[in-house]
């Protein structure tokens, strides 16, 4: 059976002291010895988590890449810049990119293709909004946003991990319930396995306030295939029990 994997996404939280006691934490705690884990950090900080991580089965991700190869591109670092830190993971398309930095489908099909590209396995994230969820438009959306990677990404799409985030359910404390998240897993499964024959091998993570407590439901449904965490990816006893949730 396929190994859970659990993302942390620490979006623009730490330093040089928490980063150095969170990652001691989950070693100390055996995370990366069961099922896949990893830490999506900001750019700063790949070094130090490099360092902190090396032999240790924890991943290490970034949260961005540009979708330029190399150049004029103020404040942007390339997928071979990431890789040189041994990145493992790039979330591309969070929420809150394509809400603060206006990226569209096509960037993140783009920034997904330069990941590939270097080696590096984009965590696509699609989602939802309130108003869009509320309007119905719940599938029409994810399916949008996933299909513009598929299209650009062609065969290579079986490389890519996908994430579920609603955007509601972002940082809010309010998880879409175990049905309405394995439902649209369901939907984004039957996308991929009309694009490859390998769909049933990819991870589906589910994102949006999961915690130590509602994570053992949500991850027991068929297509959720682990998670994406945010403000319990910062707690290391609370990403820990999700981790043992997963495994
Ligand atoms: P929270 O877990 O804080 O809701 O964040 C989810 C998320 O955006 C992970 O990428």
């Excluded at 790039?90 to 990119?97: I, K, M, T």
């Excluded at 990941?115 to 719940?138: F, N």
Aim: aromatic share 4%; proline share 2%.
């Amino acid at each position: 059976m396929k190994k859970k994997l659990i993302a942390g996404n620490w979006k623009m939280n730490g330093s040089l002291t928490a980063n150095d006691a969170l990652v001691r934490a989950l070693v100390t705690g055996g995370a990366g010895k069961g099922c896949l884990v990893a830490v999506c950090v900001p750019a700063p900080y790949l070094a130090q988590v490099q360092s902190l991580t090396a032999g240790t089965g924890i991943d290490l991700g970034a949260q961005d890449v540009s979708q330029h190869e190399v150049g004029a591109f103020t404040g942007e670092a390339s997928s071979a810049m990431l890789r040189d830190f041994g990145v493992r993971y790039c979330l591309v398309g969070h929420s809150e990119r394509r809400q603060y930095h206006g990226e569209t489908d096509a960037a993140v099909a783009a920034k997904a293709q330069r990941a590939l590209a270097a080696g590096i396995t984009p965590v696509v994230c699609v989602g939802e909004t309130l108003a869009e969820r509320e309007a119905g438009l719940t599938e029409e959306v994810v399916k949008r946003q996933l299909a513009a990677v598929i299209h650009t990404n062609g065969h290579c799409i079986s490389e890519i991990v996908v994430a579920y985030e609603p955007v509601w359910a972002i940082g809010t404390g309010k998880t879409a319930s175990t049905e309405q998240a394995q439902q649209v897993h369901a939907v984004l499964r039957t996308q991929l396995r009309a694009a490859t024959p390998h769909a049933d091998k990819m991870h589906i993570l589910y994102g949006g306030s999961m915690n130590a407590a509602n994570a053992a439901q949500l991850l027991s449904q068929a297509d959720i295939d682990g998670g994406l965490v945010g403000g319990a990816a910062l707690k290391p006893a609370d990403f820990l029990a999700i981790i043992a949730a997963a495994q």
